[in-house]
């Protein structure tokens, strides 16, 4: 079974410049989880998804992230415009159920650098 | 305060010893995880608890729900083992399910 796949693995951009980060949760994982990781610290929640419905975004700072989950599978996360405390590493996870407890698979993370 | 806290931050052992890493957090949880994530690389599941022990090869992982407290051992350490270690709690939450709540890791250093 193929892991959670993230691109790119690392992405170095200007500050103000858009960047945008893919995953493909394992098949059949309805649930697919963004987090980001400062260095230093834990990952840190910004955006689940049930399917193709973002059900907890309380954490996105929305006037430059957005994400998307079209079709329930992939999913994208967007930063527009960049700023430099972007920089961190940001992890796609999936899960089978809601809130399953167990079944959390991560995928490597994108690293972004803004420079 | 952090919900989850993790200690030591960083550890330095030689090669055999015996690694206890612990975590303790605040709230009501249903679950805890404990994660392994290598330098550059993501972030692997090594086990999920809700009451007791778990044992996997050279690891042990244990939780107290009373004292809202974990720990995870490593018998005869490697330096393969060299990695942070992450402690996770699932928090009861009562509209539905929430992500995880993390430490913020244990740098583990094993030295051949």
């Known amino acids: 079974e193929a892991g959670v796949v993230q691109s790119p693995r690392y992405k170095i951009i200007e500050k103000k410049q858009p960047v945008a980060f893919w995953c493909n949760p394992i098949?059949?994982?309805?649930?697919l989880y963004w987090y980001r990781q400062n260095l230093g610290q834990g990952p840190e929640l910004l955006i689940r998804?049930?399917?193709?419905?973002?059900?907890?975004d309380s954490q996105l700072p929305k006037d430059r992230f957005s994400a998307e989950r079209l079709k329930g599978v992939d999913s994208t996360l967007k930063i527009q415009p960049a700023e430099l405390g972007d920089s961190a590493v940001y992890l796609c996870?999936?899960?089978?159920?809601?809130?399953?407890?167990?079944?959390?698979?991560f995928g490597s993370g994108t690293r972004l650098t803004v420079v | 305060k952090n919900e989850v806290e993790q200690s030591p931050q960083n550890l330095t052992a030689q090669e055999g010893e015996f690694i206890t890493i612990n975590c303790s957090y605040s709230v009501g949880i249903s679950a805890l995880h404990w994660l392994q994530q290598h330098p550059g690389g993501g972030i692997v599941s090594l086990f999920m608890l809700s009451s007791g022990k778990k044992k996997h090869g050279r690891l042990i992982a244990t939780i107290n729900i009373q004292e809202k407290h974990s720990s995870l051992h490593i018998t005869a350490s490697h330096p393969r083992d060299s990695a942070v270690y992450i402690c996770a709690v699932k928090p009861y939450s009562g509209g539905g399910a929430d992500g995880l709540t993390f430490g913020k890791g244990t740098h583990l250093i094993i030295q051949p």
């Open positions: 998804y049930e399917n193709e419905e973002a059900v907890d």
């Open positions: 098949s059949g994982h309805n649930t």
């Open positions: 996870a999936s899960s089978r159920l809601p809130g399953q407890n167990y079944g959390y698979t």
